[in-house]
């Protein structure tokens, strides 16, 4: 037993170090290059000083006040226009995300009290600008609207002291729990390590089980999968699982520092639900292997499986709020799962259980792919009729 | 001769097994699979827990707002630890909390506050639930204000007194916040960018493994003008199938100047199937491609700058992104397909688009001279 675990181990690391090169290199290097492109996409990390094209019409004390404010906005940096048709030209061509046109009377109306006027476009095509461009917006319109009613409330007679029951009587006082700088990044950072190992896991497990079938060097592995066809089977995929599980590890480890994403809970539940991640993405290659005995069809599933997979994990859009159809999909990836860990461990801190349902599905799921696909790959290796021509 | 060899070329595609499954399957399956997950397009009725201890008119007044908002859907519940719990368990996105003291408290002009707790962890949510939240405590609130105001003389002008600035907002575009008309777009322009390389690359990879070679009359410039026709005309099908059948099914914003994208879409399409033959010249299997080129959609999607604005993207990357046609594809639907500008507007994307086609051009044609005879 210990003698077959040893000699598969070894013939697949003479199958990435020797035989097919560019295996190793798919496994150990690309998912770093991508993963290293990616960071790199939203090294930025916090989406500010979007551009915004201001139309001063009043040119008066307080619209110059309102553009101070603009500029002094940290989502919003401001460019001055002399029209709002040269603006929106602007905002057509994509050199800004939003025009700001000041009413030609904003000073006069404003001083009379009969509602000084501001017009807002917004290109809310590209949500996440156009949500920090209108989040900028409201809170420097917020504000000034303050300044201005409480100067309003004191020439109706109303004491300082008193101000603040007129001005707001019900406030708002919140707070953020979890992730209180409401740092994106960290909920996508974390999201993108999933998707991307996701792909490369699968991947692997299938290309190199369907090699040797393609290319017939499966056939002096007939004897010991005749013998012990689940432990020949663990033994070649538990090198994939221990290799991706490295990779994960020095993964998480760059998107923690790079991103500083805090360690709220147990990064040993973190560690576990990478295993099992790892393990479940293995067996699904094991899986499709055993299920189509085809290498070509084979990586097809594969990536059908496992490259729209980030739409479902909830990164993009909240597991929740998919239709049924989707959420049940969305259970079956072991993204989805990872990505709960993630959030629940590192940003949240809280619900320990969740975290070890999310572990034990991954597992069972894991098993049972394991077992069916040990089973379809055993079936195909013990006849001459399904390997490949003799090379 | 070059219809004799474009109508041979057709057939030898379409009796490749693989490549039919991939030209073929590939945007019949995406093209319902990826939509999916944002077919209720906008989070609606997220679970909000709300702890009104006060159970005054005023607190119920303010619950019965919180109804009205689509966004979230109130649950009560009867104490604060027990709410947080919940939003611990994740049963519930926020929590507000509706003091003892609230409608008391107001009415002795002391100022009041609403304590919510909103799940920063999930960004989507907390936006939608915050949002809605905040609008339905400040709209109880600017009635209270006015009331206030007009106890104090203000009149019909209290409104004006409270806000003095009115600011509206035109959301453009997407007015309806939509996930659906934000990705899904962008994802078909990749998807077919990604099948036309994939798909090269595994025939290249097919026929290199067979060693067949092109019949000694067949120059390699007919054999590159053959090809970029016959891919042509997948791509055109591609065209009908994804930006006018599947588009106007979803009910996704814009889509009118059909014939300026087609126009777009054609040159970016030469630059997708230039690119895809150049790349397809260095697989000599018929695996490989399918596992390099898979990996890289989700990097090149990223990097056109739909997700996120290029402005925030290293140089590198910057640079990096204009040698790849799908960031001119999906730039030119995002803007000349779904936001409706004009194709003057996108003159940059064009004449970047029609760069790489001519470059890519060339690089094809001579990965084709440099396999010659073998067939690829």
Known sequence: MKNIWHRLIRREWAFIFKRKKSCGFFMLVYPFVIMAIVLAIFSGKVLDKIPVGVVDN??????????????SNRFLAPRPFATVEAARKALDQGRIYGVVAIDESYDKDLLKNSGAGIKAWINN??????????????????????????????????????EDSFAAPLQVSENILYNPGMNYIYFLGLGLL??????????????????????????????????????????????????YFAVFAVMLG????????????????????????????????????????????????????????????????????????????AEFLP????????????????????????ILFMTAVGGVCFALGAKGYARWIKRDKYLGPQL | MIIEFIVKELKALLKDSGFVLLAFGGPLFYSFFYPLPYAREVARQIPVAVVDQDNSALSRQLVRMMRAEEEISPIAYSSLSEAKKALDRREVFAVVSLDEDLERDVLKQVPKSVHIYTDGSYPIYYKQATTALQKAIKT????????????????????LLRSPITMTAVNLYNPQGSYGNYVVPAVFVALVHQIMLIALGLRAGTLYEQKKEYPKRLKPFKIWLGKMLSLLLFMAGYFVYLFIIMYRLYGFSGGDRILEWFLFYMIFAVAAIGLGLTIAGLFKDRETPIMFIVVTSLPMLFMSGVIWPVWEMPLAIRLLRLCIPMTYGINGVVRLFVMNVSLGDILPYLSGCAILAVLFGFTSYFTIKKRYPLEM
């Open chain 1, 254 to 329: 760059g998107v923690i520092a790079f991103f500083q994403v805090p360690i709220e809970g147990s990064l040993l539940r973190v560690v576990c639900g990478g295993a099992a991640f790892v393990f479940m993405t293995a067996s699904t290659g094991l899986f499709f292997a055993g299920g189509t005995n085809n290498l070509r069809l084979c990586l097809s599933v594969c990536a059908v499986y496992a490259a729209p997979a980030f739409a479902y994990y909830g990164v993009s859009f909240p597991v929740q709020s998919m239709p049924i159809l989707a959420r049940l999909w």
């Open chain 1, 335 to 358: 993204g989805t799962h990872l990505n709960r860990i993630f959030v629940n461990e590192l940003l949240r801190g809280v619900n320990g259980a969740g975290t070890w349902y999310d």
């Open chain 1, 58 to 71: 009043s040119s008066g004390y307080y619209s110059r006040e309102l553009v101070r404010t603009l500029k």
């Open chain 1, 194 to 243: 999933p998707a991307v190992l996701q792909l490369f896991i699968c991947i692997s497990v299938s290309y190199s089980l369907l090699w040797d079938i393609k290319t017939y060097h499966a056939r002096r592995l007939r004897g010991i999968f005749n013998e012990r066809p689940y432990t020949a089977c663990a033994a070649r995929v538990s090198f994939y699982v221990a290799g």
């Open chain 1, 125 to 162: 095509e590209y949500l996440l600008v156009g949500g920090n461009l209108t989040k900028g917006l409201n809170a420097v319109v917020g504000a000034l609207q303050a300044k201005y009613q409480r100067r309003n409330l004191a020439a109706l007679g109303v004491p300082s002291s008193m």
């Open chain 2, 140 to 159: 109880v609130s600017a009635g209270v204000e006015i009331k206030k105001l007009q106890s104090l003389g203000a009149g019909k002008a209290a409104p």
